[in-house]
């Protein structure tokens, strides 16, 4: 049986550069040019879920838990829209980098080093965000399984991931990372990819439901992501606690 969902190769990829992660020039320059998108996903269907109305804090008293919070990139604009904001990380300089940036902020987000398996707490949260970590994890099941603990019901869970399809590999791998040199080298492994359906399927086992899935595309014109019918490479889901 499963009992961690660390896997050491992964977090030591990413500590290596934890020290990049604020600089929207530097390795995480992607993610810089992917938050907008995913900040305004996230926002309008916590909105539509759970009715929200506050025009100048629009998730106020949203508790949020942000699973693989990395240096804070999301946890961060999700707390100025009036979220309580909990990150988690299993890369100690990660968690260090964030809590630094957040006090340096004035930002009172709670970050931990911790995986969601080993992370203890009594609180069960309206939102968890699994924002492209599945493909970064030991055992995405049971990762999903030790996530969707910590989700109250009628929650919302995000999981943002890559699709494990040949387009995939062309454009994430070769392209991103080898021909545009927009990732380091070995970010991603094709094999951890995963494909919509058996998101789905694994996360039915654990009481949540799909609600909606939509693709996240790189448009070259714009220079900027949007989101799309197409999900053959990046999409994200909205599952909902029964």
């Known amino acids: 049986m499963k009992t961690n969902t660390i896997n050491k190769k992964e977090i030591e990829k990413f500590s290596k550069i934890a020290e990049e992660w604020w600089n929207p020039e530097g390795k995480f320059k992607p993610l810089h040019k992917f938050n907008p998108i995913r900040i305004s996903y996230i926002r309008d269907n916590i909105i539509k879920t759970f009715k929200l109305n506050n025009k100048k804090k629009p998730l106020d008293k949203i508790k949020v838990l942000d699973i ?15 979220a309580e904001v909990t990150g988690i990380d299993a890369s100690h300089k990660n968690v260090e980098i964030a809590k630094l940036h957040a006090k340096k902020n004035s930002l009172n987000i709670k970050y931990f080093h911790s995986s969601p398996e080993k992370f203890k707490t009594k609180v069960k949260f309206d939102v968890i965000l699994n924002m492209e970590i599945v493909e970064h994890v030991e055992d995405v099941d049971f990762f999903l399984k030790t996530s969707s603990k910590l989700l109250k019901k009628g929650g919302i869970m995000f999981v943002a991931t890559l699709n494990k399809t040949l387009k995939s590999y062309v454009f994430a791998i070769i392209g991103a990372e080898y021909i545009l040199r927009w990732l380091p080298i070995g970010t991603h492994e094709w094999e951890k990819f995963v494909k919509p359906e058996d998101l789905i399927d694994i996360l039915k086992k654990y009481n ?35």
């Open 68 to 82: 693989g919070c990395g240096g804070g990139l999301l946890s961060e604009p999700i707390y100025r829209l009036g």
């Open 208 to 242: 949540l439901k799909l609600e909606v899935l939509e693709g996240m595309k790189f448009n070259l014109i714009k220079d900027k992501w949007i989101v799309s019918s197409d999900t053959s490479i990046n999409y994200i889901g909205k599952f909902i606690k029964n």
